[in-house]
């Protein structure tokens, strides 16, 4: 096996007309998405998920990655031009991108959001083509109590970086892995917490209750905030950087790919937190900070670089261990399953087109949005003159027609409904569903590792410290929650999601 | 003296208490079985406990934590859509998608406080032809289009 060999294996899966295809939709829909302020790329996910189901497994899933990565790049040209950030992980590129555009530099900054994506983009398809394979020879390793231990500092992560209070994270944690266990039992086939409705023999659908919580819940939250987008009359007169201005953005971008490629494996993190981490060190290693937040070109290409990356590379562990690292890498786990492909080290080796397939097909879809994106801004900016009144009644009745037709029973869509009040209802006591989430994809897959170990280890549940990885995996995890109730390090938190 | 309380943490607790009992109740008929060998019913029971403990320590929490308000919830696109997605899903059974269609978004229409009657109208229109040509046409997925009476 080696890197080439594998490259090629993808691209001759990607570059397929049917595929190309679906990037290009992908990449597309995802750069529209993330343009629009109010529609986050997980909502889109989740909506469009069930129109998925009925393409092979590997397009599906490179369609739904270009969503991804493509809403990484729309997000900037929202936060530039508007000073609203598209998704929330553009929300420091508002900081100097919207100066840059107020003095005149918007083409520079537009163009260097792209640039710095695109070279992101490039750096991290290595990354996770070298990364993968020394990780699925790690998960050849793995057994029952390193997967269940896996999915707790999964867990733990999700709670630490969840904005908002983090015991109430734990709470919708314990609830999403509890929920996840309706259905019936894959060990003796007894249903369980059904209320004899038949239609939840399989589990309560995952489709409805992503359709709700991050569809419905975002729609009837939004529509009770004003909205005001006030465009600012941009003029795109020259869309290059100046070699200066270049010159300047190259270090920074590679320290932002760098960071993002990190964060972006941690359980728990992507896209949002490495565009803070990185803008924060791009401002701290400065020789003139105080040029940040007043136009400076390095506070939109680190931060662009590494939300990117930071998309991209939490990938990995989705890819070679089976385990989402966020909500959105949750959905793919749900998609993934669908398509009747258990995640896991295993698609590596007995599914190697798919494996590649996606993974090339990355470098293909950022290809396609800076030659997509650039020529296209005049386009993207005529969108956002659009209403929010005649954009959210297609969102609502896609939602219904998506719940349908994963199942094309409206049970599901009653389903939806009630997890869409509840996702309100989270909201408004404090309490962020992506946790939930998580915790409802992994309930049922850590319920049979934790049987499958406590067999094996005869109801001794010592088995989850004497072995070398699982124990390490559970110390990062105690670690981990050891220094989010540290005070120091509460009050730090608290300021940087204030941001 | 008065108690201080957060009634946004307070009601998370009680929805805690709620999901915990009720969870707790539907497992109580499955096998528990023994740490080795584990019936249907040991981790959802376990879960269920923890769930409930844990609602109720935040819940004792929260009524000590110091007075703070629910959030106000702007009612009326909560209910709108609500009710649009009820009628989506108590219509197309018997009356197709393209009459579904129109009026989940004339509903959802109203959602908005700067709504026009006409506007909708022609919308609803025309996402109605568009989901039925996408969705049924394109798509080809299996959703009834016409009324079956």
């Known amino acids: 096996m080696d890197l080439i060999a594998n490259l090629a294996t993808g691209f001759a899966v990607a570059l397929t007309p049917a595929n190309l295809g679906f990037c290009f939709i992908g990449a597309l829909i995802g750069t529209l998405v993330g343009v629009l302020p109010g529609i986050a790329p997980i909502t889109t996910i989740a909506i469009l998920l069930p129109f998925t189901f009925t393409l092979p497994p590997a397009s599906s899933l490179i369609m739904l990655a270009g969503i991804f990565y493509g809403a990484q790049y729309g997000g900037s040209t929202t936060a530039i031009l508007v000073n609203v950030p598209g998704e929330s992980s553009s929300i420091v590129t508002c900081l100097d991108g919207h100066q840059m555009a107020k003095q005149g530099r918007a083409g520079p900054a537009l163009a260097i959001a792209a640039i710095a994506s695109f070279f992101a983009g490039t750096v991290s398809t290595l990354v996770i083509a070298t990364a993968s394979v020394p990780m699925s020879w790690l998960a050849l390793k793995f057994n029952a109590p390193e997967y269940f231990s896996l999915m707790v500092l999964g867990l733990t992560g999700a709670v630490v970086l969840a904005h908002g209070a983090p015991e109430k994270a734990v709470a919708m944690v314990l609830v999403g892995l509890l929920l996840g266990l309706v259905g019936i039992d894959v060990n003796t086939g007894a249903p369980r917490m059904t209320m004899d409705i038949a239609e939840l023999g399989d589990g309560i659908g995952f489709v409805p209750v992503a359709i709700g919580l991050f569809g419905f819940a975002e729609l009837a939250i939004a529509l009770g905030q004003p909205q005001d987008r006030n465009l600012l009359s941009v003029k795109l007169s020259s869309l290059w ?5 270049i010159r300047q953005c190259i270090p920074a971008m590679i320290r932002g790919t760098a960071i993002g490629s990190v964060l972006g494996v941690l359980p728990g993190g992507g896209a949002a937190l490495s565009s803070f981490a990185a803008y924060a060190v791009e401002k701290k290693s400065a020789r003139d900070p105080s040029r940040f937040g007043r136009g400076a070109i390095e506070g939109v290409a680190a931060p662009e670089a590494a939300n990117n990356a930071g998309a991209q590379t939490s990938f990995i562990p989705l890819l070679t261990l089976g385990i989402p690292g966020n909500a959105i890498m949750a959905l793919m786990v749900g998609a993934m399953m669908i398509q009747g492909v258990q995640p896991g080290p295993q698609v590596m080796t007995a599914q190697p087109q798919l494996f590649w397939g996606v993974i ?140 | 003296m008065t108690l201080k309380i957060n009634i946004p943490d307070l009601a998370f607790a009680a929805f805690l208490v ?55 919830i702007a009612w009326r696109p909560l209910i709108l859509i609500s009710a649009s997605v009820a009628l989506f899903a108590a219509m197309l059974p018997y009356a197709g998608l393209a009459l579904s269609s129109l009026t989940v978004v004339i509903c959802a229409g109203f959602a908005s406080y700067d709504v026009r009657l006409h506007e909708n109208a022609v919308l609803a229109v025309a996402l109605a032809a568009f989901s039925v040509l996408l969705f049924v046409t394109v798509l080809g997925l299996p959703i009834p289009v016409r009324p079956q009476w």
Do not use: Q
């Open chain 1, 241 to 245: 950087p100046s070699r200066e201005e």
């Open chain 1, 360 to 499: 090339a097909s990355m470098w293909l879809g950022n290809l396609m949005l800076i030659v997509l994106n650039l020529p296209m801004i005049g386009l993207w900016v005529a969108l956002l003159r659009v209403p929010y009144r005649l954009m959210f009644p297609a969102i609502v009745l896609f939602c219904c027609i998506g719940t349908y037709s994963t199942g094309n029973t409206v049970f599901d869509v009653w389903v939806m409904l009630l997890f869409g009040v509840l996702g309100v209802f989270f909201v408004k006591v404090g309490a962020e569903p992506a946790p939930f989430i998580l915790g409802f994809i992994l309930g049922p897959l850590m319920e049979e590792n934790f049987r499958r170990a406590m067999y094996l280890s005869r109801g001794d549940a010592t088995v989850f410290v004497e072995r070398p990885i699982s124990a390490t995996l559970l110390a990062m995890s105690v670690a981990l929650l050891v220094i989010l109730v540290l005070p120091a390090v509460k009050r730090k938190r608290e300021e940087v999601f204030k941001e």
């Open chain 2, 18 to 72: 709620a999901i915990g009992a009720f969870a707790f109740a539907l497992a109580s008929e499955l096998t528990v079985g023994t740490a080795a060998a584990m019936g249907p019913g040991y981790v959802p029971r376990g879960l269920a406990i923890v769930v409930m403990i844990y609602g109720a320590v935040l819940g004792l929490r929260a009524m000590f934590a110091g007075h703070a308000a629910l959030p106000d």
